[in-house]
């Protein structure tokens, strides 16, 4: 029994590590799935002569580029542009138009294909549904020059029929120029994209909430969850993380206001409030020939808008969510 006592517990077989899958070599992938990567060619091609390519001009931002010159004979000054921006006049109050315009956006253009979204899902006659949602697309495929010229006959202080509609409202005879007035300028803006953008924008939340799982529905009815309820506790969570994903995106572009819908709207009464920064860079860049220093504000922009990312990424991590990346 002494012997017994003394023999070492034998130690249990160690496991056998599963083999690796051979490597197969590149040239062998690449001719095996030949169809996906031609496929791919062209949105790689795009990205990197229309991206990728046209990102050595950058340099020019940190230079006195003159046209004769070429990027290697102008000469370089360093952070001058910038100091200019940043030390200017004008960047104050260009800043102040962006990030107004910006924070309407998110709070109004933003948040309505969401709202908009819940409310078709609530529909339970399918023909209603795809009716509404066929005739709300609609806009988003008008060009910003359509949209600017309904605009202006739909507020033109002669015949402009919201604008006779708000003179009987308000029982004022006199004639207001809205497409002329600084106050009204960024409510026509915020007003044209929520008409344009918010049935295209329902698409993806619309995808979302077509993932739900009944069952989850069933189960809150059983509870005695109405729909509002059902809507709050259901709906909401499970397209959560899709809404967290579109505002970090939005949050890259919170600087870029879109430069061809204020351009059409800018007018020299109101411009005091509705020059942005892509505005500015085509004023300065364009019509100007100041291409450096337009350069270094639309440089400024980027870079802003790849930190506003991180960090909105970041928060949303820090708040439990799923980041982007």
């Known amino acids: ?49 229309f991206k990728y390519l046209p990102m050595y001009g950058v340099t020019i931002a940190f230079q006195d580029y003159l046209p004769f010159l070429g990027y290697s004979g102008s000469p370089w000054v360093g952070l001058k ?36 979204a819940l409310m078709l899902n609530e529909l339970r006659v399918n023909i209603l549904k795809r009716s509404i949602q066929s005739l709300i697309y609609i806009p988003h495929f008008l060009s910003w020059t359509i949209v600017a010229a309904l605009t202006y006959v739909l507020f033109a202080a002669d015949f402009g029929v919201i604008a006779a509609w708000m003179r009987d409202l308000l029982g004022d ?4 120029d809205y497409m002329a007035q600084e106050q009204w300028f960024r409510e026509i803006v915020i007003l044209q994209q929520l008409w344009k953008m918010t049935g295209w924008g329902t698409i993806i939340y619309l995808a979302a909430l077509a993932g739900v799982d009944p069952n989850l529905y069933e189960a809150a009815r059983m509870d005695g969850a109405g729909r509002f309820r059902q809507m709050w506790h259901v709906t909401l969570p499970a397209i959560r993380p899709t809404v967290v994903v579109m505002a970090i995106l939005a949050s ?4 870029d206001s879109g430069f061809e819908q204020i351009w059409l ?20 860049g364009v019509q100007n020939g100041n291409f450096s220093y337009s350069t270094a504000v639309g440089l400024f922009k980027g870079v802003a808008g790849v930190i506003l990312i991180f960090g909105s990424n970041w928060l949303a991590k820090r708040m439990g969510q799923r980041g982007l990346f």
């Open 265 to 284: 709207m800018t007018t020299s009464l109101n411009r005091e409030v509705a020059e942005v920064f892509d505005t500015y860079v085509y004023y300065a």
């Open 173 to 176: 005879t006199t004639k207001v």
């Open 252 to 255: 890259g572009n919170l600087l």
């Open 81 to 116: 542009h910038f100091e200019q921006l940043f030390s200017g006049p004008d960047f104050a109050r260009l800043l102040a138009n962006t990030l107004i315009l910006a924070a309407l956006h998110i709070l109004f253009v933003f948040t309505a294909p969401v709202i908009v």
């Open 1 to 49: 029994m002494a012997t017994d006592l003394a023999t070492p517990p034998k130690a249990a077989p160690k496991a056998k590590k599963p083999k690796r899958a051979d490597k197969v070599p590149l040239g062998t992938a690449v001719l095996r799935y030949r169809w996906l990567y031609l496929m791919l060619l062209p949105g790689v091609a795009y990205f990197v002569i």
